[in-house]
């Protein structure tokens, strides 16, 4: 069973708290995210968060989460010099919320660069600001309403709700 205990630190103890942690035998790097939080009015910003776990015992694997809270447009260093796989999550979380990782070097001299979307897709899929452009200018293929199939003369209708973060009917190609 592996156990988490959170950590909350500041993010200019980011990438010390993370090697602290890896020489203290939290050896394994088992991932890293950022959650969007932007829209908090107290703190707004990115929480990243990375995930590791000190495979000392086995069967009692303990785990640490920690997490630091990111500004809009603000850099987060780097974990590439502490542990190499944080490379492909940087990547990841770079391409999907747009936060850029100081010091990000993944040994091929390139950067940061897309991973998985495909060339030249814009935007920020992972963000609460992006726009579900695919769900906006289509029909989604689900059930049909109340009132909308074979017998919609029979059948009341039921007021139509807006999911978040999809544009009203208006917007799109026409």
């Known amino acids: 069973m592996i156990t988490a205990d959170p950590r909350d630190v500041p993010l200019g103890d980011w990438a010390s708290t993370v090697l602290a942690l890896r020489e ?3 050896t394994y790097f088992d991932w890293l995210t950022a959650v969007d939080e932007t829209d908090r009015d107290d703190a707004p910003g990115f929480d990243v968060v990375c995930h590791l ?3 000392g015992t086995p069967g009692s694997a303990t785990g640490v989460l920690v997490r630091t809270r990111v500004p809009v447009d603000r850099a987060v260093p780097s974990l590439t010099p502490v542990f190499a796989g944080a490379a492909w999550h940087e990547r990841e979380t770079h391409e999907m919320f747009g936060i850029e990782f100081d010091g990000f070097d993944d040994g091929t001299g390139l950067g940061l660069r897309p991973l998985l979307l495909p060339e030249g897709f814009e935007g920020t899929p992972l ?7 695919a769900r906006a200018s289509k029909q989604w293929p689900g059930a049909k309403e109340p009132g909308e199939g074979h017998d919609s003369a029979r059948a009341p209708g039921r007021r139509r709700v807006q999911a978040p973060g999809v544009p009203g009917p208006e917007w799109g190609p026409r």
Do not use: N, Q, T
Request: proline letters at 8%.
């Open 127 to 133: 963000r609460k600001s992006f726009v579900l452009a």
């Open 24 to 26: 203290e035998g939290h």
């Open 53 to 55: 776990i000190d495979p």
